[in-house]
């Protein structure tokens, strides 16, 4: 029931990856990769909401700035930079907040954040989705309560649909639209419970598409396992910039990410709540190693009890004994040390 027509036209327009993950489930760990071009525990990003943000590895440098040696203009066209490491300030980062900044026939690199889907989700008064049309994984309650929330999810998107189209009218406007190399991504899965935070693909899925003109042929649909961390070295390729230090992701540019068998993710501390885990995915299955099981999936999280209707609805209905088997084996007190799932024939990640 969700209408998303500026989106959807951007693909049509370029290549939408079909199987694309982020290395974390989590914000500021997930942007922490995706500004360095490096998986976040590789460079001591990976407790999100890190107090004590420590240098990066000698050599290794954020994207903008390599895009800043190379002569572009770079800004940040939203409100927070969420990296766990130093340096970590907008200005320390980036250049500007807007590339109208830039000197005359600059080029430039802009990230731009639409925090819509994050929480709280807004209602589109435009399109309201009706909750009766749409369709829970089996791991949620069906309840009125529930399809509500997931319907606001919808309409959210929407509303950003809406924001997206308005940046690539603007760069048709100024005639910059032939020759930007635009991606469209998420920086983690849904912000819903066993979405957002954990390694099941709800947490670390997510859209991505590539719309170049003239370079990157239109109506692409790919299988190809990608990675949000593989931006960085297809950017750096389209502009000719060579990286200190070799990146852990590969150019969309060229066929060497058809190779690829497996992605790799990893959850560690999620604001004060403490876990870990790690999750190797291929094509075909997901393993999930819990490096401390005898913590629950879903021990107390201040962000989620305040932010996660649904996490209410499943409280109430867990102690009510009303779950479903698959709904109640996420409240449970511990966690198997492995998970094992067959995505052909258990695409909800529900039969370890």
């Not at 929407?158 to 032939?178: K, M, N, P």
């Not at 299988?223 to 150019?251: F, K, N, R, W, Y």
Request: aromatic share 10%; charged share 25%.
């Amino acid at each position: 029931g969700v209408s998303t027509p500026h989106v959807d036209r951007l693909a049509t327009q370029g290549i939408r990856y079909e199987r694309a993950f982020t290395t974390s489930p989590v914000c500021s760990t997930s942007r922490s990769a995706m500004m360095t071009g490096f998986h976040q525990n590789y460079i001591g990003a990976n407790q999100h909401r890190e107090h004590h943000k420590k240098p990066l590895p000698n050599g290794i440098k954020p994207i903008p700035h390599l895009f800043a040696e190379a002569g572009y203009f770079t800004a940040l066209m939203s409100r927070k930079t969420d990296c766990n490491f130093t340096p970590n300030t907008k200005t320390e980062l980036f250049m500007g907040e807007d590339w109208s900044e830039r000197e005359p026939g600059q080029p430039f690199f802009a990230r731009i954040t639409f925090g819509g889907t994050h929480r709280a989700f807004k209602r589109d008064p435009q399109r309201p989705i009706d909750p009766a049309d749409v369709e829970l994984p089996p791991y949620y309650p069906d309840t009125t309560f529930c399809r509500r929330d997931w319907a606001n999810g919808l309409e959210q998107m929407q509303l950003v649909d809406r924001e997206v189209g308005a940046i690539i009218q603007r760069l048709e406007d100024e005639g910059l639209a032939d020759d930007t190399l635009v991606f469209f991504i998420g920086d983690h899965g849904r912000c819903h419970v066993r979405g957002k935070q954990f390694l099941y693909d709800g947490g670390i899925r997510i859209p991505m598409i590539m719309r170049w003109p003239g370079r990157v042929a239109p109506g692409q649909v790919s299988e190809d396992l990608v990675m949000s961390i593989d931006i960085c070295a297809t950017i750096l390729e389209a502009a000719g910039i060579e990286p200190p230090v070799a990146l852990h992701g590969q150019s969309l540019l060229g066929d060497e990410v058809s190779k690829r068998k497996y992605v790799f993710a990893a959850r560690d501390k999620m604001d004060e709540t403490h876990d870990a885990m790690r999750a190797i995915r291929s094509k075909d299955y997901k393993l999930i190693l819990n490096l401390m099981p005898e913590r629950p999936w879903c021990q107390y999280n201040r962000y989620k009890e305040g932010g996660y209707p649904m996490l209410a609805e499943l409280n109430v209905l867990n102690l009510k004994g009303k779950l479903t088997p698959a709904q109640a084996a996420f409240m449970a007190p511990s966690k198997p040390e492995v998970e094992l799932y067959d995505l052909h024939s258990d695409p909800h990640e529900l039969n370890n």
